[in-house]
């Protein structure tokens, strides 16, 4: 399985971005995608995550500006970010909880990570 990351750069304050990261592999189930971060000087931390139901869960610096999606046909998931701060600069990853086999145990695996950016 692996993860193809896409979508970081370099914005002002208060502007928007949108990642995307899309799944390959052998995948038979996606339990939930996620986006992780990871600042200069900091442990990686949740961003947002969906699960299978489109239930979503969201870290509380960023509820109401950015909104985790996911395209089930693609094995995709997105996160739109608005009203980017400084604070908001780091690495981000997506992540993917699945099984490899019918009734397996679920794996999780990561992407590559993409560079976020957010000027003052």
Do not use: H
């Not at 990351?5 to 502007?15: D, I, K, N, P, W």
């Not at 979503?56 to 500006?65: E, L, Q, W």
């Amino acid at each position: 399985v692996q993860l193809q990351a896409s979508g970081g750069g370099l914005v002002q304050a208060g502007g928007s971005l949108r990642l995307s990261c899309a799944a390959s592999g052998s995948i038979v189930s996606i339990n939930a995608m996620g986006w992780y971060r990871q600042g200069p000087g900091s442990q990686r931390e949740l961003v947002a995550v969906i699960n299978r139901s489109g239930s979503t869960d969201y870290a509380t610096s960023v509820n109401g500006r950015f909104t985790i999606s996911r395209d089930n046909a693609k094995n995709t998931v997105y996160l739109q970010m608005n009203s980017l701060k400084p604070e908001d600069t780091a690495v981000y990853y997506c992540n993917l909880d699945c099984t490899i086999k019918p009734g397996g145990v679920v794996f999780r695996y990561w992407g590559q990570g993409t560079q976020v950016t957010v000027s003052s």
